[in-house]
């Protein structure tokens, strides 16, 4: 499979894409936008792959944001299009889980990538910050929104506001990752993790992601109503029967998917 502006490979049971435009520290311009929609697409409808991860090529930078040469011809209608928006919410409805390695500068619209991936991986030397107000603008493709449903009001609001970057061990502390490691393990981890979410009998990554994403969008009695709902519906499956069969006969389990 061949893109422009990616590169796409599968490694076992993990689809990694990366942004592969390393002396614009692989900035997001409108044809990556069409190339990440139709690989991220492509991984989830491959049987074989289980784990999709983003990363970006070289050492500076996993996406220092928006192509700043389309911005400034971006009219108000282009503007209110849903472009990063758009990737960012493909990743979280996506039925596998989805992984950001996070390598150097995560600025502006490939932070809003990042905050679409299920999990975040850094390496020591990231950097985060939304410095869209330094150019007059505010962020478009959902850090107004996703940022701080996930580290919180204040955080959210010093890094929007400030524009200032943040490092890998802050990032850590208020939650913007979860993972940090030294940079050249970083895919290895990656790897390893995807390898383990790969364990799991299919449906319950699909399960718990539309837990998590809808539950949050509703209050905590409709979230819990739901996931009774879900587990009843998992407690019909064959790979419900097989995974409690594979720990009661000590064996690993053999999932089918249904």
């Not at 150097?104 to 990042?114: R, S």
């Amino acid at each position: 499979m061949s893109y422009d502006n990616l590169l796409y490979e599968v490694a076992g049971p993990l689809a990694l894409i990366t942004l592969n435009r390393p002396r614009k520290l692989n900035a997001i311009s409108l044809a990556t936008v069409d190339d990440l929609h139709a690989a991220i697409a492509a991984a989830g409808d491959d049987p074989v792959v289980r784990v999709i991860a983003l990363t970006g090529a070289g050492d500076k930078a996993f996406a220092a944001g928006s192509d700043l040469g389309e911005v400034v011809e971006r009219d108000l209608g282009k503007a209110l299009e849903p472009i990063v928006q758009g990737i960012a919410e493909r990743l979280e409805r996506c039925p596998k889980p989805t992984i950001a390695a996070i390598n150097g500068i995560c600025f502006g619209g490939g932070l809003e990538i990042a905050l679409g991936c299920d999990l975040r991986v850094a390496g020591k030397s990231a950097r985060f910050a939304t410095p869209e107000g330094k150019l007059g603008i505010i962020p478009g493709g959902g850090a107004t929104q996703r940022l701080p449903r996930l580290v919180g009001r204040a955080w959210a609001l010093d890094m929007l506001l400030t524009g200032e970057p943040i490092d890998a061990e802050r990032a850590l502390q208020i939650g913007l990752v979860t993972r940090l490691v030294e940079d050249v393990e970083l895919l290895p981890t990656v790897r390893r993790l995807a390898a383990h979410l790969a364990s799991f009998a299919p449906l319950v990554p699909r399960y718990m992601k539309a837990m998590v994403h809808a539950g949050m969008e509703g209050s905590l009695a409709a979230g819990l109503a739901l996931e009774k709902f879900a587990q009843a519906g998992l407690c019909e499956t064959a790979d419900k029967k097989e995974g409690l069969a594979a720990f009661l006969e000590k064996r690993p389990p053999n999932w089918t998917g249904r």
